[in-house]
Structure formats: C-alpha cells, structure tokens
C-alpha cells in the first residue's frame, strides 16, 4: 500500500498545533526518536516507512513508501527510513515534588527540545510550562528531544498561579541575581527559566524572591547572557550537586 493524497495532506497539516490537537496526533521522524518512542506507552497511530526499517508493530498499522513518498510528507533535508503518527497522550495531574523546570514563554522549538532532554539527563520528572510556550508536540521539538519526550511528564499551564499556590521554594535565573556557586541550593525546588529574549515575566519577578546567577568568568565582562538551554544545564548541574 502507497502513500494516499489523505494521508499526505493529514501529515502535513500536522505541522500547525491546531491540527495536531484536532486529530491529537503528532509526528515523528528517524529510526533513532521512532525507536524510542515505539518502546514508550504512547499510542501508535501509524508508521510509513521503507523497506530499510519494518518495526515489530501490526502490520495494518504500516505503510509502506518509496523514499520519494517519504520525501514528500518529511520536514527533514534527509528523510530517513521512517516518519510515525502517535497519539497525544492525556496530561497527567503536575507532580508536587522533587525537582521541577518551569518555563516562562519559551519560543524556540530547539530550545525547548534540548531543556526535555536535559531534565532527562539531570532526572527531572516534571517540566511544567507557560501556556504561551512552545508546543512540546511541534515537530521540531519532538526531533530534538531524540525520545526524552516520553520520560519527562509535561503540563502547560497558568505560571503565575502555579507559582502562587506550590509548597516548594521558587527560584528564577536573573542576571542580578545570587551567585549560583556561593548558594546552598535545596534537593526540591521549582526552577523557573525565562523568554530567549525578554527573560522572566515581571509577573512571574515579582513573585519570586530567590533569584539565581550564573556568573560571567570572561575578562571582558561583555558577553550579554547565556541561551537559554546552555543556561539550564549549568543551573541543573548545580541544584543536582546539592545531593552529593
């Protein structure tokens, strides 16, 4: 069985977020992210794949395409072998404790994709978001979290208020904040990370009272900050030193 014109115009409508929450489905491509998510709970929807790559799956749930089909429905320079439907699961109740990464109106889709796999990495459960976020289930993003997407649990939700009623203590990056290497840092927090360009919200500022800095080492002192990911893992590194 080929590629249908449905399913070709289906796949590729699900490049808007609208789409991808009427049909609750999202894509994803190569044999890595699809073999990680195939080991995951998520729901398949459907593979479409060459020859090159037939996954232990029911085979009514397989299509497969030339390499030409499969150029035709990929948002990759190089397709490779295999592009998946799977179903959006349902959002889980947020978890009150441990480690958390909040992020306030994250917009790039690389950067959000790196920060999943970095809460994998660090064994960070919860990763709770603004609702002006970027969709975790954009294809971009679900590229670059290479399969962490399925071992991190995700919320979107109102920031501000999360930050109001949570019992653990709130700490934001800020540039004129505490000096992150000179702070005794708690094994349970919530950690909120700003906008690539604006940073935190004043909003979210003003509720916040522990406020953390990574401090700039360069002689010239001119470097204006640090991305945002880059900016994470450092933070992380540290929170995750305090159980050392």
């Known amino acids: 069985m080929s590629l249908s014109k449905n399913q070709q115009k289906l796949i590729l ?3 808007q977020k609208k789409n991808r929450n009427k049909h609750n489905l999202f894509v994803a491509e190569g044999i890595k992210v699809i073999n990680e998510l195939l080991k995951s709970s998520l729901e398949i929807d459907a593979i479409f794949t ?3 790559f037939l996954p232990d799956i029911p085979s009514n749930k397989i299509t497969r395409v030339s390499e030409q089909e499969l150029k035709k429905i990929s948002s990759l320079k190089t397709p490779n072998k295999v592009l998946g439907l799977f179903k959006i699961p349902e959002e889980k109740k947020p978890q009150t404790k441990g480690l958390i990464i909040a992020l306030d109106e994250i917009n790039d889709p690389g950067n959000l994709g790196t920060i999943i796999r970095l809460c994998d990495w660090f064994g960070v459960k919860q990763l709770v978001c603004s609702k002006n976020t970027v ?3 954009n294809q971009k993003v679900v590229q670059s979290t290479m399969g ?3 071992r991190v649990q995700i919320n979107y939700l109102d920031l501000s208020e999360y ?3 949570t ?4 700490f934001t990056a800020d540039m004129d904040g505490k000096n992150v290497y000179k702070s005794q840092l708690p094994t349970e927090a919530v950690l909120v990370m700003g906008n690539e360009a604006n940073g935190i919200s004043d909003e979210i ?3 916040v009272n522990n406020k953390l800095t990574i401090p700039r080492f360069g002689d010239l002192q001119q470097t204006e900050s640090l991305n945002v990911a880059t900016a994470t893992s450092i933070l992380l590194s ?4 305090s159980l050392e």
């Open 50 to 52: 060459t020859d090159d």
């Open 163 to 165: 930050v109001k009623t």
């Open 13 to 15: 409508g699900l490049q």
């Open 167 to 170: 019992t653990l203590p709130v």
């Open 238 to 241: 540290e929170f995750k030193r």
């Open 135 to 137: 969709d975790c289930y």
């Open 205 to 207: 500022n003003e509720l």
């Open 148 to 150: 962490s997407i399925t």
